[in-house]
């Protein structure tokens, strides 16, 4: 079975450039997650939805960020205007139940420059 | 207070050698407690899911002592393949997402 599949692997762009993340979740999963992940903060939650449906999008950074889930099977996190401090990785995560173990996809390393 | 706290080591252990983790939790209301492993570079994957009762996988043991609040991770035998930075998982206020900890390093050397 594929597991979350996350594109690109790697992103490098500059200052002030929109930048698209892609993830498709494990089918059958209904919850989708969003993290961020650097040294100083460890794994941060940014969005998570429920059926495609936004359920709590307090750990987004700023207006900057947004996310969507059009279908069951693909989800994005759009970053306009980067700026070097998102320079992270971002992984997303699908798991079947509220609570239930999450796993994740392998991940996309920002660097913004 | 945060609701995941962890120490971050790093843990440097001989092969062989026993080594145990602790984690503890904010929220009594919790529910859901896992431990995940992450390799540099890499992304977390489960290890073991924690039940009230202890569990074991092989080598690893997961303890939850919901009086204290702790959860701990005990390491038999270690391997050079179980370097890696241990993550403590615990659900959050809301009940709905996961709450992860920062992690901590583990190197076992030769």
């Known amino acids: 079975d594929a597991g979350v599949i996350q594109s690109p692997r790697h992103e490098v762009t500059e200052m002030g450039q929109e930048v698209t993340l892609r993830c498709k979740p494990i089918s059958g999963h209904d919850y989708l997650f969003w993290y961020r992940q650097t040294m100083m903060r460890g794994l941060e939650l940014l969005i998570y939805?429920?059926?495609?449906?936004?359920?709590?999008d307090s750990g987004m950074p700023e207006d900057r960020f947004s996310a969507k889930m059009p279908n069951a099977s693909f989800s994005t996190l759009k970053i306009q205007p980067s700026e070097p401090r998102d320079s992270a990785v971002y992984f997303c995560?699908?798991?079947?139940?509220?609570?239930?173990?999450?796993?994740f996809g392998p991940g996309t390393r920002l660097t913004v420059t | 207070r945060k609701e995941v706290e962890q120490d971050p080591g790093p843990f440097n252990v001989p092969e062989g050698a026993t080594v145990a983790f602790n984690c503890t939790y904010s929220?009594?209301?919790?529910?859901?407690f896992f431990w995940y492993r992450q390799d540099c570079r890499k992304e977390p994957k489960l290890l073991m899911s924690?039940?009230?009762s202890g569990n074991e996988d092989g080598r690893f043991t997961a303890q939850l002592n919901r009086a204290s609040q702790y959860i701990s991770l005990l390491i038999r035998d270690s391997k050079l393949s179980d370097s890696a930075t241990y993550l403590c998982v615990v659900n959050s206020n809301s009940g709905y997402a996961l709450n992860f900890g920062k992690g901590t390093s583990l190197l076992v050397t030769p």
């Open positions: 924690v039940y009230s």
């Open positions: 929220n009594s209301a919790s529910q859901s």
């Open positions: 995560a699908s798991s079947l139940d509220v609570g239930a173990e999450q796993y």
């Open positions: 939805f429920n059926n495609n449906v936004p359920i709590d």
